[in-house]
Each structure stands twice: as C-alpha cells, then as structure tokens.
C-alpha cells in the first residue's frame, strides 16, 4: 500500500488516545501490566494533530486524537510522550515454541515515543532467526519483560515523530531495524503490530523502486551481510566463500561482496535445488553442499562468511591470513564472531545500490505472508529452509 492510501486508512480510524507526562525527571517509567493498561484510555477531550511539513499528509483530513489523563503518577524524559495504543499485535506472554504466540486485535501498547523517536503505521515486516530465538528464551537473562511484541524489521509510514526528529515527516516511507543492539535493550513493543516506535537514526528512506515486503525482509539480514564484510577486511580484488549463499544474509553477502565490494570471486554453498538460485545472484561458483565438501577444495578463499554454524569446517577453506565470519555456532581461530548493530546510516549507503536494481531485496517465493498467517511463517523460517526472507505483509488495519 502506499504512504497516502495507507493515512487514508489511519484517518478514517482516529481512535489513538495518548498522554503526555508533565513530570521532568527522566528516569522512564515503571513498567505496565496488560491490565493496567486499560486505566490509560480514557479519553477527555479532543486534539487535532497537525501536520508539521508533509504536504502529503496535507491533502487529507487531519488524524484525530484523544488526550487522556493519566490514572497515576509516572516520570517521564522531558518532551516525551506516552500514549497508549489498542493496536492488532502478535505477541507472547511466556517463553516457547510458535504456539505461544498470540493474536489480539486490541492489544494495548504504552508507547512513550521518545525525542528522536517516530511511530510507524507498520506496512510490512521481515522476521529473523533471531526474533524466534528471543521467543525460545535463548536471551532471557537481557531480553525485556513479557509480554513481547516480537518483530525487529519494519518497513511502513511515520505517523507521528518525536520533537527532536530531524530527517523525518509524517507520510515518509521508511525501513529500518528497530533494535540497535540484536541482543541487548531490545524494544518490548516489536514490529509484528499495526504500529511500532522507532528511533530516527536506525531507519532509513524506503528505496522507491522496492515495494514495502521488499524493503521489510532488508534491514537486519542486510546491516549483518554489511557488518561482516566491513569487519572481515573485504575489499576490491579478494575472493570470498559464503557458506548458506541461499538464506536471508548470505543471499545479501553474496551480492555486496559482488556489487558493492568488487569481489574478484564468489564461491557459495547450498542444497541442490538452490544451485541456480545462488548464480541468479551473481555467484561465480556454485558449492552443493549435499555432494561436495567445500573445505576440501584446492582453492582457497581470502574469506569466509559462514552463515550457517559450520565454524570448524570454514576456517579450512580460508587463505593463509583470511578472516573468516561467523555469525552463529562455535568459533574456531581465526574465525570471529560479533553481532550486529543496527544502523539507518548503512541502509542510505547501500539504498543507491537498491535503487539502481544492482542489490535485490529477496522475498521468499512462499510469501508474503499475511498478518494472521504469522505462526505459520515463523513456521517456516524455523525449518531452515528458506530462500531470501521470509516476510509479513500486508498488515490490515
Ligand atoms: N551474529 C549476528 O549478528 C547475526 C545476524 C543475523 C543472523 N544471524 C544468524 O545467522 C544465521 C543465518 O541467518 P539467516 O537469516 O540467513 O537464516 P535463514 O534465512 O533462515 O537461512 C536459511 C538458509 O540456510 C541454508 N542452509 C541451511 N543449512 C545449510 C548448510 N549446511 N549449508 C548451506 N546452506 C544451508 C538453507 O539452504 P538449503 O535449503 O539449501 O539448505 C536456507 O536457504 C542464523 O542462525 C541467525 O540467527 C546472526
């Protein structure tokens, strides 16, 4: 859906209550039960939000929002604002398999949209191996309390923006990964819901030429591919060897390495019926890892980008003083690991590359899934299996 049909659709509901903390102190607030929550949307009067510079968002009638008082006391940063949110959400209230999660169609979401933050009416998201991790449990000891919104990538239309937001407006397509760190301080309240808050600098414009599903399976698959070629040492001229050529990162290394790079090679692995995938994408060699054993080779590679937690085996097939990348499973020497930051600034340098068509987002062929198809996607992303990204699109009001 586009930016101005999809404000056409958040106008038309106005049911958005929110509050606004008079208290300067910039502790952040104690945390909400579901219950309590309800106590936040009583609404007492009525605000009519304006547009600050869209002249998109100009041509429709304005959102209409309800002030609501807030029923206790609660810090808050200054100019923060917290409003709570009856939003359809996927979401889980304890650690476990996909049936843990659940769908509600009036689930309530105390954002507090914070300075450099912008709310998002969420078009489209991608899922990651790591948002079923993080509902397995595998980051409890730093993971945000329960209930969790899962959901890191997004790809939707700002509807409102923090008072300090600089390079955005309301209307702006964008696509970002919400959390800056994989694994630490994540947002309690992720992308797999009708609206989601996000900070300024870890988003970035859409690529017009990408449809929101496009754009939604880039963000975290797309920083990590980036990340890992920047900390590998790659440059023009080196060869490289990815290993899972065919998932959501390693069908992005593949193509940076190549496009954005200046690869001299491209060696990749894969099962047998995803061979002509991986040359579709630019790989030069293409390794059935059914048949053949790729450390095994005479050839060596400058670098390895292991993608699938095959360590041991990686750090065989690299040259005499290569880096080898490893991004999930045991690290042998010289191989490391690190996870990756998210970073808005890296999706514009790489958005040209997107725009030009030399970099292809990948969604994978049995998506997009729809919104109340979510199990079923996790499903599917869980068996290993997939080609590109597996995303979620659309997300209905
Ligand atoms: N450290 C970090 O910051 C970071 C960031 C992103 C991801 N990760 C981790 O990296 C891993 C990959 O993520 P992803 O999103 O790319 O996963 P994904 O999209 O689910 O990967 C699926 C792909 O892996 C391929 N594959 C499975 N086993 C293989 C093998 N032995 N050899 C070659 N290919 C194999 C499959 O191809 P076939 O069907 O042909 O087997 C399939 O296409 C996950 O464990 C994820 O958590 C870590």
Do not use: C
Request: charge should be positive.
């Amino acid at each position: 859906m586009e930016a101005t049909a999809i404000l056409n659709t958040i106008t038309a509901a106005s049911t958005t209550t929110f509050a606004t903390y008079s208290s300067k102190s910039s502790s952040s607030p104690p945390p909400l039960s579901l219950t309590s929550l309800s106590s936040l949307t009583k609404p007492t009067r009525k605000l009519t939000l304006q547009s600050r510079t869209s002249a998109i968002y100009r041509n429709y009638s304005p959102i209409s929002l309800r002030i609501t008082a807030m029923s206790r006391a609660a810090p808050a940063s200054v100019g923060a604002s917290t409003f709570s949110k009856e939003l359809k959400a996927w979401f889980y209230e304890e650690y476990g398999g996909v049936d843990v999660l659940k769908f509600d169609s009036k689930f309530k979401v105390p954002y507090e949209l914070k300075d450099d933050q912008v709310l998002l009416k969420v078009a489209a998201v991608g899922l990651n191996p790591v948002d079923s991790k993080r509902r397995m449990g595998k980051f409890k000891a730093t993971d945000s309390p329960l209930p969790t919104v899962p959901g890191y990538d997004v790809a939707g239309v700002v509807i409102k923006v923090g008072s300090q937001v600089k390079e955005y407006k309301v209307g702006d397509e964008v696509y970002g990964n919400i959390n800056e760190k994989a694994l630490e301080d994540l947002k309690q309240f992720g992308s797999l819901a009708e609206y989601t808050a996000v900070e300024e600098k870890l988003i970035a414009p859409k690529p017009k030429n990408i449809s929101f599903a496009e754009a939604a399976g880039l963000p975290l698959a797309i920083e990590t591919a980036y990340e890992g070629l920047e900390r590998a040492g790659f440059s023009p001229g080196k060869s490289i060897l990815v290993l899972g050529g065919a998932g959501g990162v390693g069908s992005l290394v593949i193509q940076l390495a190549k496009q954005v790079f200046g690869a001299s090679k491209v060696a990749a692995t894969a099962s047998t019926g995803k061979l002509e995938f991986l040359r579709s994408l630019g790989v030069d060699l293409a390794i059935d890892y059914t048949k053949e054993k790729y450390e095994e080779l005479p050839e060596k590679f400058d670098v390895v980008y292991d993608t699938v937690g095959e360590g041991e085996r990686a750090v065989k097939a690299v040259k005499e003083g290569g880096s080898v990348v490893v991004l999930t499973g045991p690290v042998t020497p010289p191989g490391f690991r690190f996870v990756v930051t998210s970073k808005g600034e890296v999706l514009k340098k790489l958005n040209p590359y997107l725009e030009s068509g030399k970099v292809k987002p990948i969604v994978d062929p049995k998506g997009p899934f729809p919104f109340d198809k979510v199990k079923e996607a996790f499903a599917y992303l869980e068996t290993g299996r997939a080609t590109g990204k597996v995303v979620i699109h659309p997300i209905p009001r």
